[in-house]
């Protein structure tokens, strides 16, 4: 199956590259981590009033450490381990159905020729992104 598994996962590189898909999966437990460090500075530094600048700046600062971080979806997709692989494979391998293709280049060609079918796919594509990696999604910047 590891043949097929690669073919679907170059089909979804193919679509999220055409499309100029980027994701940024969300590490909220550093800017969490930043705000809350701060806070606590403030609060050694100057009391009450200091917890609530600290927390106010850590806030600010977590919240731009973790934005605008997004990466191509193609390289997220190639960096998946094989159980993640392994999940979006069944979820574009329910959307195929009985289609059956010889090679990757094979099946890219018939996704990219059916509209419909193009769509489906970037959306099991799109939903397992959002879903399973918890990530957000950027089209053509």
């Known amino acids: 199956m590891a043949p ?3 073919d679907v996962m170059r ?3 193919e679509i999220s590259a055409q499309d100029q898909i980027k994701v940024a999966v969300k590490s909220s437990t550093r800017g969490a981590l930043v705000a809350g460090g701060t806070a606590l500075v403030g609060g050694l ?3 009450p009033p200091g917890i609530a600048v600290g927390g106010a700046l850590g806030g600010l600062l977590g919240s731009w450490m973790v934005s605008g971080q997004f990466k191509p979806l193609p390289q997220i997709l190639v960096e998946l381990p094989a159980e993640e692989r392994q999940k ?3 979820d574009v391998v329910a959307v195929l159905g009985g289609l059956s293709w010889m ?3 094979q099946l890219v060609a018939l996704v990219m020729g059916n509209a419909t079918l193009q769509q ?3 959306a ?5 992104v959002t879903q399973e990696l918890r990530a957000e999604v950027c089209y053509r910047d």
Request: hydrophobic residues 45%.
């Open 4 to 6: 097929r598994l690669d």
């Open 45 to 47: 530094l100057g009391g």
């Open 11 to 13: 089909l979804c590189c």
């Open 120 to 122: 489906q796919v970037t």
């Open 88 to 90: 979006l494979y069944d």
């Open 103 to 105: 090679d990757a280049a």
């Open 124 to 128: 099991a594509l799109m939903n397992y």
